[in-house]
């Protein structure tokens, strides 16, 4: 495949992963500052959609693009600067993975709740909070992968 194509390839789909995530994110934590159930809900729903559409096709695109790049420009593995990035992936991963199982389990509980006219349960703030925290290592790695893909 054409070297410049696959950069494109790559760089297209950091960029979505990344926007999305972020946006995502900030969609999510502002309707849960508005208290308004049914704009949770609502965020809650497309959050979810959108990591389907466009997160998770992202990060397997990453790793794949990322290795023939790596294989074009003969680039090893032990390089530092590609063992950090892959390093910071597996991290990022390993947020984004409960992140993922976490906005479902919101989703639903907030569908009950509008369904139902019902409160949330304790147990969606709890899930909440650990959305939030883990949305912080998987920001701040994806923003250091990117320093290093510039700057390696």
């Keep these: 495949m054409n070297y410049f ?3 494109l390839i790559h760089i297209l789909s950091s960029t979505l992963l990344f926007g999305t995530g972020l946006g995502s994110a900030f969609y999510f934590w502002r309707a849960n500052q ?3 159930i049914h704009a949770m ?8 959609i959108a990591d389907w559409l466009f997160t ?3 990060v397997i695109i990453q790793p794949i693009t990322g290795i023939l790049l790596m294989q074009v420009l003969g680039v090893p593995f032990s390089a530092n600067w590609i063992v950090l990035a892959l390093i910071l992936y597996a991290i990022i991963g390993a947020c984004w993975l409960p992140v993922v199982w976490l906005q ?3 989703r639903d509980m907030l569908a009950a709740a509008v369904n139902h006219q019902t409160e949330l349960p304790i147990l969606y703030y709890h899930y909440y909070r650990a959305w939030f925290i883990l949305g912080w290592p998987a920001f701040i790695g994806v923003i250091i992968i990117f320093y290093l893909m510039v700057f390696k």
């Design 5 to 7: 194509l696959l950069k």
């Design 34 to 36: 508005s208290k308004n």
């Design 41 to 48: 809900y609502f965020a809650a729903k497309n959050v979810v």
């Design 56 to 58: 998770t096709p992202s």
């Design 104 to 106: 479902i389990k919101m």
